[in-house]
Nanobody, 123 residues
């Protein structure tokens, strides 16, 4: 149906930057209507980082308050790829970052998740 593969995580010093990528494949990947990035730090619940719509030409990005203008979500529809450009990273941004994709709600399928990519920010 939909498979998601994240990449781009790693270890970075505080104040540094990383760009995460998420590639969507599968028989229904072209029917994805929205995608997003979530993260989960040790001992904490998974939380929303940013979302983007994919069913129209307008991206309609949405960010969690803690992003504070440091992250940018974007997509390349020709490559079925979503990105998260992260700048001014803080140690509290350390987490496993997951890609999420949604199909039309009326289909009652998904949502779909990637396997996650680790982001570690040192102080």
């Amino acid at each position: 149906q939909v498979q998601l593969v994240e990449s781009g995580g790693g270890l970075v010093q505080g104040g540094g930057s990383l760009r995460l990528s998420c590639v969507a494949t599968g028989s229904m990947s072209r029917s994805i209507v929205g995608m997003g990035w979530y993260r989960q730090a040790p001992g904490k619940e998974r939380e929303l980082v940013a979302t983007i719509t994919t069913y129209s030409t307008a991206d309609n990005p949405n960010y969690a308050d803690f992003v504070e203008g440091r992250f940018t979500i974007s997509r390349d529809s020709t490559k079925s790829t979503m990105y998260l450009q992260m700048k001014s990273l803080k140690p509290e941004d350390t987490a496993v970052y997951y890609c999420n994709a949604r199909l039309p709600s009326s289909w009652q399928l998904g949502p779909y998740w990637g396997q996650g990519t680790q982001v570690t920010v040192s102080s």
